[in-house]
Structures are given as C-alpha cells and as structure tokens.
C-alpha cells in the first residue's frame, strides 16, 4: 500500500539523514470529472485514471493527504524522495461513482473540493455521497467556495461589494461543510484557479491553504496562498507527459515575489532571478497556445520572459521549465488572468 501515515516519530533522524540533499517536493493532481461521457475538457477518461494511478503505484510514489504534504512540503521537511496528492474539484457526481473505489483499491488517499450550493444537483454528489467518502480514511472535504463564482474583484466592483461577496462565498462553504460534514480544514481551491492580491489577502487572514490550476510542484518557495496543481484532464493527463510532471520539483525561486497575475499590459511580462548555479542557458519557458517562447537576460542578470504576442483568452500561462538532478525538471507556472475578458 502506497498510502502510509507519516513517520512522525522518525521524522527529525530521518530529516537530518536528508539534509544534505534536495528536500522532497510535492506534486498535486488536478481533476474534474472521472468519465466517458462529461465534457473533454474537464473529464478524464475511466481508463485513463486507472492508467495513472497505476503509474502512479508502479514509479513507487508516496500518495498523500494534501494538507499534510503541503505544510512539510512548504517547510522543507518532506522525507519522502517526491509526494504526489490527488484532488478534485466541484464534487462531480462521476467520482463518486468512478474514481473513489478505484482510489480505494490502491489504497491512495484524495481531496474533493465542493462548491457548497451545487451539492444535490444533476451530475453533483449529494450531501449523503459526500459524507459516506468523508468517513473513509485518507479521505478530505475542503472548500471550493459557496457559488463557484470567479472571486478576483471584477472592473468596476465597489470594494465593499466585493468584500461582502468573497466572504459569503468563502465563509458560508466554510460553515456548510462543518455544519453538514463535521469538516473545517484550512484549505480552498479557487473556482476557474481565478485569484488576484487582495483575495490572496483574505486567504492569510484565515490561514488557509489556496490551490489554483496552474501546473508545477510545491516547495519551499511556494506561496502557501496560490499552490500550483498539475490538470489532469484528458488532454493534459496523458502517460507519455505524466512521469515527468509527477517527478517534477519546485522551481528554486521565491513565488511569494511573483505577480497576482491581473494583468495590466497585453502580453504581460515576467522577471525573476535564477540561483547562482543556474546559468540561463539551459531555462526553458512556454506560454499558452505559442510553445516556447524567448526570453531576456538583463544586464543585471534577471530574466524576463514576455510573449511575443498578445493573448486572447481570460486565462493563460507562462510555464518555466529547468533540468533538474536524475532526469527530473524544476517546473514554475505563472497565471494570468485578464478581467477585460468574459466571465466562463
């Protein structure tokens, strides 16, 4: 069984036995819909998930409970060689039905982000469904917001307006989940992986964990308010890609500096300075719909990566990819969200 409780009693030996080399990092999968019959661009296959978790089973991985892989992840002192958790977003009837048992036989356990308001509705778990998987062990129910709603402040939007809907949004899922599941974990997953600064705010003031959907693992140069998480849908999810992504490390550069992501200039930029021992020559970045991209080496040794061309679509990236010890990359994703575009 890949699943195993954390060896609290052994973990400072075996920390220190691990200190000299790179501190394990943790790789979060992203899912919607486990099904043959939901839309592509949110579903995984059944055969595709199973292929994966065996992948995942067969590469020897530690599967863990995400917020407990988040927080030794964030500090350094995961012990395990790499962590992987699973998660899924919305609380789609289809993972009741297709992936819970089958996570259950390979004894891994998963988070199921809800959006509050749409329990009980057609393709959604009920309450009874969500409680019945709650009680099984590894299993967590965390907060994906009351409405689903895009919870970045909109043009336009009072301030007072905003604070009020982003609290209802967050805070009533909060008390639904503990009032009808007895669960209150630290942890949300931003609807569309939307955010901007001042939600990252409210997200610090309740010490929380925030879990977007742009790719890359977690370490401890992560922002423990805008965690990346690897979509694993059909199109993203594929075997041939998939080892790669769950060998993944953090990208050794403080995240916590980077941009909220609300753009102000189409296309945006992006600059960070790379480790000493990492010469530029062998970074490699990509934005979405273009493939690689360019970048530039400032004189005072900072890189800045801009697309050669505006975007188009509400939501894109700028992923950054770095070789890494054993094959493995450094991998680093960067959100934009441009609020002049339509709301999904």
């Given at each position: ?63 863990a409970p995400l917020e407990t892989a988040t927080r030794e992840a964030l500090a350094g002192e995961a012990t395990d060689e790499q962590l992987v958790a699973i998660t899924f977003d919305d ?52 907060n994906h917001s009351a409405d689903h709603g895009h919870l970045a402040r909109k043009p336009g939007e009072a301030a007072a307006g905003w604070e009020s809907r982003v609290q209802s949004s ?175």
């Amino acid at each position: 069984m890949i699943y195993r409780r954390f060896l609290n009693a052994l973990r400072p030996a075996l920390f220190l036995l691990v200190a000299t080399q790179a501190s394990a990092d943790l790789v979060v999968l992203q899912y919607h819909h486990v099904s043959d019959s939901t839309p592509s661009s949110t579903s995984t296959s059944r055969s595709l998930f199973e292929a994966q978790l065996r992948m995942i089973s067969d590469m020897a991985l530690e599967v863990a409970p995400l917020e407990t892989a988040t927080r030794e992840a964030l500090a350094g002192e995961a012990t395990d060689e790499q962590l992987v958790a699973i998660t899924f977003d919305d609380a789609y009837e289809s993972v009741y039905a297709n992936a819970a048992s089958l996570l259950e036989s390979f004894g891994f356990p998963y988070t199921v982000f809800v959006n509050t308001e749409a329990v009980g509705r057609h393709g959604y778990m009920t309450w009874e469904q969500l409680s019945e998987i709650g009680a099984k062990q590894g299993v967590t129910l965390a907060n994906h917001s009351a409405d689903h709603g895009h919870l970045a402040r909109k043009p336009g939007e009072a301030a007072a307006g905003w604070e009020s809907r982003v609290q209802s949004s967050l805070d009533d899922a909060q008390a639904a989940l503990k009032q009808r599941l007895g669960t209150n974990v630290p942890m949300v997953a931003y609807p569309y992986g939307e955010f901007d600064g001042a939600l990252l705010e409210k997200i610090s003031d309740r010490r929380w964990y925030g879990y977007g959907q742009q790719s890359g693992a977690i370490g401890k140069d992560s922002d423990p308010r805008r965690l990346p998480r690897f979509p694993m849908a059909n199109a993203y999810g594929q075997l041939d890609s998939l080892k790669d992504k769950l060998r993944s490390k953090a990208f050794p550069v403080d995240t916590r500096q980077f941009p909220d992501g609300i753009i102000q200039r189409n296309p945006p930029k992006l600059t960070f300075t790379l480790p000493e021992s990492m010469p530029p020559s062998r970074l490699t970045c990509f934005a979405s719909g273009m493939g690689a991209i360019d970048f530039e080496v400032t004189d005072k040794g900072m890189i800045e990566v801009m697309a050669p061309k505006s975007f188009s679509s509400r939501r894109f990236r700028y992923n950054c990819t770095y070789p890494a010890n054993s094959g493995r990359f450094y991998w680093m994703s960067q959100q934009w969200l441009d609020l002049a575009q339509p709301e999904d």
